[in-house]
């Protein structure tokens, strides 16, 4: 029996706004799903598509020197940033910005909340509640 995807209509949705182009702060509270809605959007994107996440939260990286291999792409391309409410370099947030504007592009920002103080050309969507026993 196939596993069935916690959100699938947000998920099939949340997916075509990526493949689109469109930039988007994920926004839900810790035990909501986050990580598991990524597992589910990872299953359904196309195999062309070159996706690259990282945890801000476990993953030890130079996030600025990290970004700039994304600077000149040609190809569909999506950077997904879970935990980004963890950041703390503003300068980050420019070159985030800078790279929203190539169009074979998307960014998907996972955050535990809505990152008022910082500036970020992207979408915030709130993660929809989940059914009762679902997680």
């Known amino acids: ?73 040609t190809s569909p391309t999506l950077l997904i940033l879970h935990n980004f409410h963890c950041l703390s370099e503003p300068d980050i947030f420019k070159q985030l910005n800078h790279l929203n504007s190539n169009k074979y592009l998307s960014c998907l920002y996972v955050s535990e909340e809505v990152l008022t103080e910082l500036s970020l050309d992207a979408e915030n969507l709130q993660l929809p509640a989940l059914e009762a026993g679902k997680l």
């Not at 990526?18 to 195999?47: C, F, K, M, V, W």
């Not at 990282?54 to 994304?70: K, P």
Request: charged content about 20%.
């Open 1 to 73: 029996m196939p596993e069935q995807h916690l959100r699938p209509e947000f998920t099939k949705q949340l997916a075509a706004r990526l493949l689109a182009g469109e930039s988007i702060n994920l926004i839900g509270a810790h035990g909501q799903g986050r990580r598991r809605t990524l597992q589910d959007l990872r299953s359904i994107l196309p195999a062309k598509l070159s996706v690259h996440q990282l945890d801000l939260q476990r993953d030890s990286v130079n996030l600025g020197e990290w970004l700039t291999q994304f600077i000149n792409i």
